[in-house]
């Protein structure tokens, strides 16, 4: 147990304490007068009165702390003595008690003896639910107040005597065991009602959380009643819509938010939603309270009571008219790029390409020079222009896949003799070190040529002069994995985590500069998610990069789909 929940715990032990302290009073008050109508025929009155003035005032004495700890209402971390106080008053009260069975008793009345007993007994019974909250407390008083009489009942020499001397430390232990009980359910109780106000704090806390969140999300909450009309408004809604939260409360939202040539629409989904049909997700036109339309997604959810009965509806919005502006402003981009660019420049580079090709003649030297660089960098917008457009149709799932049953090492060499010319321009070698020629996968080949092209020229690009770069096959819990190793530097830490994003390259000044479009390995690895695969890399500083993609292996009974 924790020191903080155990001194709560102490302090609600010690509070149930001093809350029978009332009771306790009383009960000591009522014990002293019935002792002294027992013992007064039998004792000498001056030691009953200075035993019954003494007992008093340690009653009074206690009875006036009692008072100053509900004014005082000490903290928790102040109850510890607070609690030794009242053990102590405790203790003082039970040592007066055992004083009867000491200094009090009646050695040669049989009948008070009893009548003695009875009334300490009883005491020790009241005392078991006044003081169970501290169990060392309430086996001391029941010892301390009984044991004296016991003993002096077992030295009697009387029959009676010794039963009694006999009965009470069996009714000794019925006490305790009684004490004991009553404490670890006291003690469960209190850990019952701390646990519950925990539970409650929490829930307040989270309600405080949730009204907060609601408050400062950017998106609108609001819900609605089964009538349509609002029941909550939180700001965002009043940022989108402009109407106040007291405005928008109790209004219909056909009236509030609805332009009017939508209204059947929004109509027939308040139906199904009301239909409990489960959540639905639209976007809609809306109108706010100066007039203007604007786009909006909707995520409505039915709340449901405990029969299953809709008694309401939450929604969730978010003003996406900006974004839909700024889509509508990228395809126009995408557009022009692939109609206005892309076209003329695939005139131009087939048009140099004849030149330098001599197709029309010869060309002097520094012309032919001219040519080549105006070629070369034909060829490179081309394919930035062709990897823009390649990121657009994978995100907007329009990218067009063509699948069949293909033998995975022909990919490979092919994509090797395409990229030789490549290699060869900076001194590098592309081997194949591992095949698994009966490989079969359902794939378009020119997307899996598209993957593989650009990670062996980028293998290429960062190994340094006279090594190889490695291409290799395996199979691995039914996926067959293509590797392409290169020998390099390996990547920067600083780029892993995003070296699948748009637009990141790695920097190969310190190798050789080459330009890029940074969307390569995205391309990639929306090509490879395309077909169930996965890619992803492995990397060593100063040793090198591995770049590999899995993708599931075709049952090699397919083969036949494909020779057929």
């Known amino acids: ?214 408050q400062r999300t950017p998106l609108a909450v609001i819900e609605w009643n089964t009538d349509f009309e609002v029941t909550n408004w939180n700001n965002s809604a009043e940022t989108i819509f402009g109407y106040t939260r007291e405005e928008a409360l109790g209004k219909h939202g056909l009236e509030l938010i609805v332009p009017k040539d939508t209204r059947e629409y929004a109509n027939n989904v308040w139906k199904q939603l009301l239909a409990n049909t489960g959540g639905l997700r639209s976007t809609n036109e809306n109108i706010t309270k100066d007039g203007r339309i604007i786009l909006c997604e909707w995520y409505n ?100 896949y063509r699948l069949q049953p293909i033998q995975v090492m022909p990919l490979i060499e092919q994509a090797i003799v395409a990229n030789n010319g490549y290699a060869l321009q900076y001194d590098v070698r592309l081997e194949i070190t591992q095949r698994v020629d009966d490989a079969l996968i359902l794939a378009d080949s020119d997307r899996i040529m598209q993957v593989l092209g650009n990670l062996v020229s980028n293998a290429v690009k960062f190994s340094p002069k006279g090594e190889r770069v490695e291409l290799s096959v395996i199979r691995r819990d039914h996926c067959l994995r293509v590797s392409v190793t290169d020998h390099g530097s390996g990547i920067p830490k600083d780029f892993r985590a995003k070296l699948f994003d748009k637009f990141t390259q790695v920097d190969a000044s310190t190798t050789r500069g080459s330009g890029g479009t940074g969307l390569g390995l995205s391309i990639a690895k929306g090509i490879v998610e395309h077909h169930n695969g996965t890619i992803d890399f492995e990397t060593e500083k100063s040793r090198g990069t591995t770049f590999y993609f899995e993708l599931p292996e075709t049952a090699r009974g397919n083969q036949a789909l494909m020779t057929s």
């Open 301 to 400: 959810t039915p709340l449901i009571d405990d029969s299953g009965k809709v008694i309401g509806v939450a929604s969730l919005t978010l003003d996406v008219t900006e974004r839909r502006r700024v889509e509508q402003l990228k395809n126009e981009f995408v557009s022009v790029v692939s109609h206005e660019l892309r076209t003329p420049l695939t005139s131009i580079r087939g048009s140099l390409g004849l030149i330098v090709g001599h197709a029309v003649g010869e060309v002097p030297d520094k012309v032919k020079q001219l040519l080549e660089i105006a070629n070369n960098n034909t060829e490179r917008l081309l394919l930035i222009i062709n990897d823009i457009l390649d990121i657009d149709k994978i995100e907007s799932g329009k990218l067009e």
């Open 1 to 214: 147990m924790d020191t903080k929940r155990s001194d709560v715990i102490r302090y609600e032990q010690t509070k149930l304490l001093y809350n029978a302290m009332t009771t306790s009073v009383w009960g000591t008050a009522l014990g002293i007068f019935f002792i002294i109508m027992i013992l007064r025929p039998v004792i000498d009155h001056a030691v009953l009165t200075v035993w019954a003035v003494f007992f008093g005032l340690i009653t009074f004495a206690r009875a006036v702390h009692a008072y100053i700890f509900w004014r005082v209402t000490p903290s928790p971390t102040e109850i510890r003595r607070w609690t030794r106080r009242f053990a102590a008053g405790a203790l003082v009260a039970a040592f007066c008690w055992g004083s009867t069975g000491i200094w009090l008793f009646p050695v040669d009345h049989a009948v008070s003896q009893v009548m003695v007993a009875f009334v300490l007994s009883v005491t020790c019974a009241v005392a078991i639910t006044s003081l169970s909250p501290l169990r060392f407390l309430v086996f001391a008083f029941i010892a301390i107040t009984l044991a004296p009489l016991a003993l002096h009942f077992l030295l009697t020499g009387t029959a009676t005597g010794q039963l009694m001397g006999i009965m009470l430390p069996i009714l000794i232990f019925l006490l305790m065991a009684s004490a004991q009980h009553i404490y670890r359910t006291t003690l469960a109780n209190i850990s019952l009602r701390l646990d519950a106000l925990d539970r409650e704090q929490e829930l307040r806390n989270s309600r405080q959380r949730l009204a907060l969140h609601m």
